[in-house]
């Protein structure tokens, strides 16, 4: 079948997932899937892939999960006949690929178990590990269509494009906490944490008031991440911990040697817990707007004197705290949040507080801001080459043995969650964090016959089978259909989400806000026995398997896709409209950017791609939708910043975009003035430097740029007439950016009886004249 028309509908996409989509699981080995024939056939970056993304880092902690045989997410293709396109996965492939090509070093970061493999190259591994590594098998989905004539390359891109959506806009990747959480369920200070602080409601509160800010639901592995975190700080020299270099690394490595050489975790916890009231104490009592950077700092401190046997009741008395208060005030400026992150502002709030604290009680703290022998000290607690060895060595024990995947219908996986047999919620699982939006998107794959990532289980000691990966999926059917599940008190629970109302569904649009008992008895029926991949690895047959380990690998997602990104909108946007907008990036990137891209580290979020989006985007509201409020001024950290309104909004025109012919010519327009405004801005800067030139219109000292430096630009630009913007100066157009910075940074200027928004359109309406 031919389509004629530009344009798809839902019901024709419907029509072939439902009966012309055939998806097949299987596994090759690395060595055929990068031997000639299959390198020829495969295309890992379709336009609507985003960039490759990954650092050295993940890259090599991606190829340890190969050579210790851990189960990786299988790849997704699409099968044309001619060619095979890699859907989801194209990192991981790509990754492989460098690796055997001698593109990248293993780094020691992204190294957890084989450290001896640092540095080491695809060629520089011996034989039996080289084999080893082209013997691996990796599992994949491959998508083909039957029963079909030659698609339309149309529809065929439509469905290509669709499932890319729906592998990626699912994913919900461990953040810091979680993968803590998950690394150290087994660990006596953890635990015994778990036990004294988080049954403490009033620590549990001062905390997240003091030092934590705004929590989501998952409030206990932040807290408990927080916790390990001041356990070593103290051994941590400030002027290292600052630099951020292996920051990550070393707090573990402190943590974990810590954990092994702590005889009494008791004593160690209640330390802790004392140094936090000790603090929390003085926070009140110094009566300051609370600042976490301030709170942070007097932790610190107050932990290190504790360490020190220094009795700190004489920072109570009624003149130390009349001294403390006023020279946090007097250095307020020290404990800024915003670039609180940085190198220079660490170092800057720390050395206020050691001075505080010396004036005050006379200690010093140089030793623990720098430390000269800290290297060497960190250098003897890693690894030795010994240790290494054997665990290379050891490589065949550790390897996991991988199984087939197994075909059970969703009844029967639902009827063994309220089974003895299955551990939904094992202790490393994170909390429930699907939402309507997701869950949905799941039942309508389940409904079309899109087939979902493969379950991971593990089969414990005791034959229990632990759900290692796929808690948020089943969760989703569980709820949706309103079933229960045994929880790990063996008690019948709901998920939190329960008897919900699909919403937002892309294709079956018929059914939103339609609840499971609202649907057709076939529809409920398809549901119910929808085929679920299942792999189970028995820890009887895996001695040295580790479930958290793998829990950790599937889920440590780097560089998720993030919602209203350019990075998700080139998976469906129209493709002359995306083409255009990266043609005009490629014109203009070497100068006008929001990030320069290292041509050595090649890490490339779409980030200018974006910019460009964006900026077209507001210039289309303001030519076509001139009621509409493209660009907000808000006050945070007492400034006045701007940022686009509403990122959905941008998402739903762009979605529109493929239905609508005006729409899309409009917004095509849109993109080529912004382009026209680019060349005209670039006529106005220094012909010898454009980058510095930029720069210096947007008072910035190096490369960091701002969206809302760009905001700014274009929102002067937008008001000015064809012929101002060609003959108007770079001193004028410095000059009106001067004023518009002058009054972001100075919120208290603002006239009585008009919002920050209002002011400020009307102050870009008089300096535009």
Same mark, same amino acid.
């Given at each position: 079948?031919?389509?004629?028309?530009?344009?798809?509908?839902?019901?024709?996409?419907?029509?072939?997932?439902?009966?012309?989509?055939?998806?097949?699981?299987?596994?090759?080995?690395?060595?055929?899937?990068?031997?000639?024939?299959?390198?020829?056939?495969?295309?890992?970056?379709?336009?609507?892939?985003?960039?490759?993304?990954?650092?050295?880092?993940?890259?090599?902690?991606?190829?340890?999960?190969? $050579?210790?045989?851990?189960?990786?997410?299988?790849?997704?293709?699409?099968?044309?006949? #001619?060619?095979?396109?890699?859907?989801?996965?194209?990192?991981?492939?790509?990754?492989?690929?460098?690796?055997?090509?001698?593109?990248?070093?293993?780094?020691?970061?992204?190294?957890?178990?084989?450290?001896?493999?640092?540095?080491?190259?695809?060629?520089?591994?011996?034989?039996?590990?080289?084999?080893?590594? #082209?013997?691996?098998?990796?599992?994949?989905?491959?998508?083909?269509?039957?029963?079909?004539?030659?698609?339309?390359?149309?529809?065929?891109?439509?469905?290509?494009?669709?499932?890319?959506?729906?592998?990626?806009?699912?994913?919900?990747?461990?953040?810091?906490?979680?993968?803590?959480?998950?690394?150290?369920?087994?660990?006596?200070?953890?635990?015994?944490?778990?036990?004294?602080?988080?049954?403490?409601?009033?620590?549990?509160?001062?905390?997240?008031?003091?030092?934590?800010?705004?929590?989501?639901?998952?409030?206990?592995? &932040?807290?408990?991440?927080?916790?390990?975190?001041?356990?070593?700080?103290?051994?941590?020299?400030?002027?290292?911990?600052?630099?951020?270099?292996?920051?990550?690394?070393?707090?573990?490595?402190?943590?974990?040697?810590?954990?092994?050489?702590?005889?009494?975790?008791?004593?160690?916890?209640?330390?802790?817990?004392?140094?936090?009231?000790?603090?929390?104490?003085?926070?009140?009592?110094?009566?300051?707007?609370?600042?976490?950077?301030?709170?942070?700092?007097?932790?610190?401190?107050?932990?290190?004197?504790?360490?020190?046997?220094?009795?700190?009741?004489?920072?109570?008395?009624?003149?130390?705290?009349?001294?403390?208060?006023?020279?946090?005030?007097?250095?307020?400026?020290?404990?800024?949040?915003?670039?609180?992150?940085?190198?220079?502002?660490?170092?800057?709030?720390?050395?206020?507080?050691?001075?505080?604290?010396?004036?005050?009680?006379?200690? #010093?703290?140089?030793?623990?801001?720098?430390?000269?022998?800290? &290297?060497?000290?960190?250098?003897?607690?890693?690894?030795?080459?010994?240790?290494?060895?054997?665990?290379?060595?050891?490589?065949?024990? $550790?390897?996991?043995?991988?199984?087939?995947?197994?075909?059970?219908?969703?009844?029967?996986?639902?009827?063994?969650?309220?089974?003895?047999?299955?551990?939904?919620?094992?202790?490393?699982?994170?909390?429930?964090?699907?939402?309507?939006?997701?869950?949905?998107?799941?039942?309508?794959?389940?409904?079309?016959?899109?087939?979902?990532?493969?379950?991971?289980?593990?089969?414990?000691?005791?034959?229990?089978?632990?759900?290692?990966?796929?808690?948020?999926?089943?969760?989703?059917? $569980?709820?949706?259909?309103?079933?229960?599940?045994?929880?790990?008190?063996?008690?019948?629970?709901?998920?939190?989400?329960?008897?919900?109302?699909?919403?937002?569904?892309?294709?079956?649009?018929?059914?939103?806000?339609?609840?499971?008992?609202?649907?057709?008895?076939?529809?409920?029926?398809?549901?119910?026995?929808?085929?679920?991949?299942?792999?189970?690895?028995?820890?009887?047959?895996?001695?040295?398997?580790?479930?958290?380990?793998?829990?950790?690998?599937?889920?440590?997602?780097?560089?998720?896709?993030?919602?209203?990104?350019?990075?998700?909108?080139?998976?469906?946007?129209?493709?002359?409209?995306?083409?255009?907008?990266?043609?005009?990036?490629?014109?203009?990137?070497?100068?006008?950017?929001?990030?320069?891209?290292?041509?050595?580290?090649?890490?490339?979020?779409?980030?200018?791609?974006?910019?460009?989006?964006?900026?077209?985007?507001?210039?289309?509201?303001?030519?076509?939708?001139?009621?509409?409020?493209?660009?907000?001024?808000?006050?945070? #950290?007492?400034?006045?910043?701007?940022?686009?309104?509403?990122?959905?909004?941008?998402?739903?025109?762009?979605?529109?975009?493929?239905?609508?012919?005006?729409?899309?010519?409009?917004?095509?327009?849109?993109?080529?003035?912004?382009?026209?405004?680019?060349?005209?801005?670039?006529?106005?800067?220094?012909?010898?430097?454009?980058?510095?030139?930029?720069?210096?219109?947007?008072?910035?000292?190096?490369?960091?740029?701002?969206?809302?430096?760009?905001?700014?630009?274009?929102?002067?630009?937008?008001?000015?007439?064809?012929?101002?913007?060609?003959?108007?100066?770079?001193?004028?157009?410095?000059?009106?950016?001067?004023?518009?910075?002058?009054?972001?940074?100075?919120?208290?200027?603002?006239?009585?009886?008009?919002?920050?928004?209002?002011?400020?359109?009307?102050?870009?309406?008089?300096?535009?004249?």
């Amino acid at each position: 079948m031919v389509m004629n028309s530009l344009y798809l509908q839902s019901d024709e996409i419907e029509r072939i997932f439902k009966n012309h989509i055939t998806c097949n699981e299987n596994t090759m080995s690395l060595k055929t899937l990068y031997g000639e024939r299959m390198t020829r056939k495969i295309n890992y970056q379709p336009y609507y892939q985003r960039n490759y993304v990954w650092d050295n880092n993940k890259a090599t902690f991606f190829i340890e999960s190969i $050579l210790l045989g851990t189960d990786i997410p299988p790849l997704i293709l699409f099968n044309s006949g #001619d060619s095979i396109e890699v859907i989801d996965g194209r990192q991981r492939y790509e990754t492989i690929k460098k690796f055997r090509n001698g593109e990248f070093k293993l780094s020691l970061k992204g190294l957890t178990k084989l450290t001896k493999l640092k540095n080491s190259t695809f060629s520089k591994l011996d034989p039996d590990t080289q084999r080893l590594f #082209d013997d691996a098998k990796i599992r994949f989905f491959e998508f083909e269509v039957f029963n079909e004539p030659k698609l339309d390359s149309l529809l065929e891109d439509k469905i290509k494009k669709e499932i890319f959506r729906r592998y990626n806009s699912g994913i919900t990747p461990l953040n810091s906490a979680e993968i803590d959480n998950a690394s150290y369920d087994d660990d006596d200070i953890t635990n015994t944490l778990k036990k004294l602080v988080l049954n403490d409601d009033d620590l549990v509160i001062g905390i997240k008031e003091r030092f934590l800010g705004k929590v989501n639901n998952n409030d206990s592995a &932040k807290i408990l991440q927080f916790l390990r975190k001041y356990l070593v700080l103290s051994s941590f020299p400030i002027k290292t911990f600052a630099t951020g270099s292996s920051r990550t690394e070393i707090l573990d490595l402190l943590y974990n040697v810590k954990s092994e050489n702590t005889e009494n975790p008791d004593e160690l916890c209640m330390f802790l817990i004392e140094n936090l009231k000790t603090t929390l104490r003085l926070i009140e009592k110094i009566e300051i707007e609370n600042n976490r950077r301030i709170n942070e700092g007097l932790l610190w401190a107050i932990f290190i004197l504790k360490e020190e046997g220094i009795d700190t009741e004489i920072i109570f008395s009624k003149t130390s705290i009349n001294f403390i208060k006023k020279f946090l005030q007097d250095n307020i400026q020290k404990f800024h949040e915003e670039g609180s992150h940085l190198y220079k502002p660490i170092i800057e709030r720390h050395n206020a507080i050691s001075k505080m604290f010396n004036e005050l009680i006379g200690f #010093d703290f140089s030793l623990f801001i720098k430390n000269e022998d800290f &290297k060497n000290e960190i250098k003897d607690l890693r690894q030795s080459e010994k240790e290494a060895k054997l665990k290379l060595e050891e490589l065949a024990t $550790l390897r996991v043995q991988k199984p087939g995947a197994s075909i059970i219908p969703v009844e029967e996986v639902l009827s063994e969650l309220n089974s003895n047999n299955y551990l939904l919620r094992p202790s490393y699982q994170r909390q429930e964090k699907i939402n309507e939006k997701k869950a949905s998107a799941i039942i309508e794959s389940i409904i079309l016959g899109i087939r979902l990532p493969p379950l991971f289980i593990c089969i414990n000691e005791n034959g229990i089978k632990e759900i290692i990966d796929g808690q948020q999926r089943l969760l989703s059917i $569980l709820g949706f259909i309103g079933k229960t599940y045994k929880n790990e008190l063996g008690k019948q629970v709901y998920p939190n989400l329960v008897n919900f109302k699909l919403r937002n569904l892309k294709i079956l649009k018929d059914y939103n806000n339609k609840r499971f008992s609202e649907l057709d008895f076939n529809i409920q029926d398809k549901i119910q026995g929808f085929n679920l991949s299942v792999i189970e690895i028995d820890k009887t047959l895996n001695k040295s398997f580790e479930p958290v380990d793998l829990f950790i690998r599937l889920n440590n997602k780097p560089y998720p896709i993030r919602d209203n990104s350019f990075e998700m909108w080139n998976s469906f946007m129209d493709k002359d409209v995306m083409d255009k907008v990266k043609e005009v990036t490629k014109e203009h990137r070497e100068w006008f950017f929001i990030q320069k891209i290292n041509p050595v580290k090649g890490l490339d979020r779409m980030l200018n791609e974006e910019l460009i989006t964006l900026l077209s985007y507001i210039l289309y509201n303001k030519t076509y939708r001139k009621d509409y409020t493209s660009i907000g001024f808000y006050l945070r #950290d007492n400034k006045v910043t701007c940022r686009i309104t509403d990122k959905n909004d941008v998402t739903k025109i762009l979605e529109k975009i493929s239905i609508d012919v005006l729409l899309k010519n409009q917004f095509l327009n849109s993109i080529n003035t912004i382009n026209s405004t680019i060349g005209e801005i670039k006529g106005k800067l220094d012909s010898e430097n454009f980058i510095e030139s930029l720069n210096i219109l947007f008072q910035r000292e190096s490369n960091k740029r701002y969206l809302v430096d760009f905001y700014l630009l274009i929102s002067i630009t937008q008001r000015l007439s064809k012929t101002r913007l060609t003959t108007i100066s770079f001193s004028e157009l410095q000059e009106k950016m001067q004023i518009l910075k002058d009054e972001l940074n100075n919120p208290h200027k603002l006239n009585e009886g008009l919002s920050q928004h209002d002011y400020f359109e009307s102050l870009l309406d008089e300096i535009s004249i």
